[in-house]
């Protein structure tokens, strides 16, 4: 099967700056795809070059195997892109935003589709709203409107929740998974490390143009050995444990554990101590995890020796 | 073929909802010229024999508004979407580079005319200039505003903020167009700026469009008419090189 998002050696410079460096990525039909990355790192970049809003130094970038510049038409017929910036025509309502968006993509009578995305995503009751009389939040939802109006099989998203209620959040991902389920590619970025943890089936991160980790979500997750504890404590944290924590206040720590088996010695030390356990509770490692270590990982490899 | 459709509707709208001020507003402005310098110029002066003055000013007025709003118009336009990222939206589709400037080209042609339409009516009201030769006058009309439109492209798209575009507007348009013979025939200049003027395609744009109303003219209608095709074939070539590398909107 051809792949949904096929990238090659691409690379964009702007200047002295690699803000896509050599990228590699294959995103197959149907997938949940994460790209994970600090500011900066070039996730928007990439899909900039994806969606033709950018144009490549070199290498390759295909969509549904359609070249992205010498068969535009046919690639952006099958993309479908929410930009990270709130972006509006500042002229129309919310309804003519979508009728004319849907006749860029060549769609004349769309109106049956227009209205269940309004329905999905709550805007039904602002059909006839000018843009510019909506708040920030739904001027999102008119922006992810406007890239499903031709039903693309690819879905891009640069931060769609960045700065939205959690409502929002959930009927979004409500009607994004549902695409999914029903055979839409979808490409995601995202702050939210928990989101991309519960949404994603595979995840990239990026750092500084260049990918430094790609895997399953499930293998990324359990590549962290270890656990953490988080614990409240009747007195002070033995010194021998101080270089095992996390996160403090007061006497609530967080503590880094290398395995399962490094929780009995602590629970003796505190023991010796004389300091008592108030509250514990114990945490699987999470994506966070994985992105700060990868993240701290790349740091060191990029740094001279 | 929709892509165009779509968009030149996106366009023709943009121009409705902003009535007030892109198709009223240059009426007015016109209007004002007209008043004032038919005032003062219309016992002094006989451009053609048994043509009042008022009536010789009325064409020029009318093709300058064309120029001028059809410049305007996709300049602004296409200006105004960049500061506010909406341009995007035609970006991220399907739309070729010669939907592009066929759509912004045709709306801007349209607002050219009715700008230009409301100005002969309401200037019907101080003189009636003869209507030789409709066709000419259609032609120019749309030849004059097509090529200023292109041009409004090429400015609205190099242009990142609106002192620059507004730069583009008084140290090009407004000069060319005020020494293209508006306001007087160039017989009238002395020598040197005659000779100058005939490398003013305005000048060729005013004249064509003159002609079609009076059936006389300072140079052949048929001169005109290549100078004017040929500005024209030259000025979108550029604008569809321009639009197909992606100059400045897809960086
Ligand atoms: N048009 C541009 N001109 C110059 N630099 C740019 C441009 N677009 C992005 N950059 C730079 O490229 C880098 C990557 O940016 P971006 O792709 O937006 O990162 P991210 O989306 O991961 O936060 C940043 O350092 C940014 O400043
Ligand atoms: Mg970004």
Known sequence: ?305 | MLSFYTLLCKEVLRVQKVAFQTLLSPILTALLYLLIFSHVLEQHVEVYPGVRYTAFLIPGLVMMTVLQNAFANSSSSLIQSKITGGIVFVLLAPVTYWEFFLAYVTASVVRGLAVGAGVYLAALWFAQPPLQFPLWILLFAVLGSALLASLGVVAGIWSEKFDQLAGFQNFIIMPLTFLSGVFYSIHSLPAFWQELSRFNPFFYMIDGFRYGFFGASDVSPWLSLAVVSGCLLGMAGFTLALLKSGYKLRL
């Open chain 1, 1 to 305: 099967m051809l792949p949904a998002v096929d990238v090659r050696k691409v690379r964009k410079h702007y200047g002295n700056l690699r803000a896509v460096d050599d990228v590699d990525l294959r995103i197959e039909q149907g997938e949940f795809f994460g790209l994970l990355g600090p500011n900066g790192a070039g996730k928007t970049t990439l899909i900039n070059l994806l969606a033709g809003l950018a144009l490549p130094d070199g290498g390759q970038v295909s969509v549904m195997g359609y070249d992205v510049v010498r068969q535009y038409r046919n690639s952006r017929m099958l993309l479908g892109v929410v930009p990270q910036e709130l972006v509006f025509d500042p002229f129309f309502t919310v309804r003519e935003t979508l009728r004319l968006q849907s006749g860029y993509f060549g769609l004349r009578r769309n109106d049956a589709w227009i209205d269940e995305v309004m329905h999905h995503l709550d805007l039904s009751d602002k059909a006839d709203f000018n843009m510019r009389r909506l708040s920030g939040g739904m001027k999102r939802r008119v922006l992810v409107a406007q890239a499903l109006a031709h039903k693309p099989p690819v879905i891009v998203l640069d931060e769609p929740t960045a700065g939205v209620d959690v409502e929002l959040r959930r009927s979004l991902w409500r009607f994004i998974r549902q695409l999914n389920r029903d055979g839409h590619t979808v490409l995601l970025t995202t702050h939210y490390l928990e989101e991309a943890e519960a949404l994603c089936g595979r995840i990239a991160m990026l750092k500084q143009g260049k990918v430094v980790a790609l895997d399953s979500t499930q293998n990324l997750v359990g590549s962290v050995p270890g656990c953490r504890v988080r614990l409240r404590l009747s007195g002070g944290l033995p010194a021998a444990l101080l270089p095992r924590v996390v996160e403090r206040a007061d006497n609530d720590y967080l503590l880094a554990l290398p395995s399962y088996q490094a929780l009995e010695p602590l629970l003796a030390e505190l023991r010796e101590a004389g300091v008592a356990v108030l509250e514990m509770s114990v945490q699987q490692p999470d994506l966070e995890d994985v992105f700060l270590r990868v993240m701290k990982v790349a740091h060191e490899a990029a740094r001279p020796c």
